[in-house]
T-cell receptor, first 112, second 115 residues
């Protein structure tokens, strides 16, 4: 089976812009979670989706949003980018909310 | 709040030795624990997991031990190889009635394997 794929892999944006990141889960997986990884804060949970519904949300401002499509693919959007949004954004998929999460390679976002 | 911490930020071992990476968690309700390995430029890679109804689980060259009494988790790697050099994260979650998979990660331990 192909693993979790994320696009794009690298992105450079300027402050104030918005960005959309995409995640394709492992075939057959219906749950997708997003995490932000920074050197200072480590890995932090953003949100999780199951069957197109957001089931849980982390402690991030409303500028961070996401959605899941009927084919389980997911996107996350960050509006009005700030310098502090520079991070590695990781997507993980699992067959259900209580099963093992498998991570993609991440999208590295740099905000200038 | 919830937190999962690792005892040491860096662990240096000789090739061929056994490695032990430790982790403490704070949520006594956590019922699922998982170890990931992250190499530079890559996403976290699943190593092994354990549920709270178990004390020990073995995989290929790896063993996870769970001590719920002291809320401690450890990852043992047998015959450590240069390819094991990476950052290791523990994570926990409480599935509970909300049926969420939200993982709480520790800060990570960098394993350095000396040839």
């Amino acid at each position: 089976k192909a693993g979790v794929t994320q696009t794009p892999r690298y992105l450079i944006k300027t402050r104030g812009q918005q960005v959309t990141l995409s995640c394709s889960p492992i075939s057959g997986h219906r749950s997708v979670s997003w995490y932000q990884q920074t050197p200072g804060q480590g890995l932090q949970f953003l949100f999780e989706y199951f069957s197109e519904t957001q089931r849980n949300k982390g402690n991030f401002p409303g500028r961070f949003s996401g959605r899941q499509f009927s084919n389980s693919r997911s996107e996350m959007n960050v509006s009005t980018l700030e310098l502090g949004d520079s991070a590695l954004y990781l997507c993980a998929s699992s067959s259900s909310l209580t099963e093992t999460q498998y991570f993609g390679p991440g999208t590295r976002l740099l905000v200038l | 709040g919830e937190s999962v911490g690792l005892h040491l930020p860096t662990l240096s071992v000789q090739e061929g030795d056994n490695s032990i990476i430790n982790c403490a968690y704070s949520n006594s309700a956590s019922d699922y624990f998982i170890w990931y390995k992250q190499e530079s430029g890559k996403g976290p890679q699943f190593i092994i997991d354990i549920r709270s109804n178990m004390d020990k689980r073995q995989g290929q060259r790896v063993t996870v031990l769970l001590n719920k009494t002291v809320k401690h988790l450890s990852l043992q790697i047998a015959a450590t190889q240069p390819g094991d050099s990476a950052v290791y994260f523990c994570a926990d979650t409480f599935h509970g009635s909300s049926n969420t998979g939200k993982l709480i990660f520790g800060q990570g331990t960098t394993l350095q394997v000396k040839p």
